[in-house]
């Protein structure tokens, strides 16, 4: 999936030139510089809240691993910055809200050698998903639980698509 810019260039800003224009980040509530990491994050969380159903209030952007209630009581947590948490109520058995989805933000061409440093995050973290996205990649993946292997696929599915059923 491509980040669909013109719907969101044309509903909420112009597309910056200079590397000294301003967006409007909607989670910070307040204009922020567009440099080029910062604009795909901004554009990513516009693409999640309108598009995909994800709560606004569910994101948290720049968060450093030990700030993470499920983290707490971890020992010598490395000092990282998760670009953008998506979090969610009832999907773990012990924490009442618990990362479900972490997702790191890119200006360059995405590699393979940037996969270890999401699913390393992710290894401390344990949010149930993880993605690497820029302006115009997505690569989705999880752990599959019967084998251990990573899987992807090029789409951040909907909100609703990641949450367990309840009966």
Request: hydrophobic residues 40%.
């Amino acid at each position: 999936m491509l980040l669909n810019f013109n719907f969101l260039s044309s509903k909420f800003f112009l597309m910056p030139e200079p590397l000294d224009s301003l967006i409007y980040c909607p989670l910070r509530k307040r204009k922020v510089l567009a440099r080029p990491e910062e604009a795909v994050r901004v554009k990513l969380i516009y693409e999640m809240t309108e598009k995909l159903g994800y709560p606004l209030s569910s994101l948290a952007l720049e968060k450093e691993l030990s700030f993470m209630p499920h983290l707490a009581l971890e020992k010598a947590l490395p000092k990282r910055r998760l670009d953008l948490i998506c979090f969610a109520k009832g999907i773990h058995p012990e924490y009442d809200l618990y990362p479900l989805l972490l997702i790191e933000c890119k200006a360059v061409k995405l590699t393979p050698k940037m996969i270890p440093q999401v699913t390393g995050y992710n290894k401390i973290l344990k949010a149930y998903f993880f993605a690497l996205v820029n302006s115009n990649e997505i690569q989705f993946g999880r752990v599959d639980p019967k084998n251990g292997c990573y899987q992807f696929i090029n789409r951040i599915p909907h909100y609703h698509e990641l949450m367990p059923k309840r009966f």
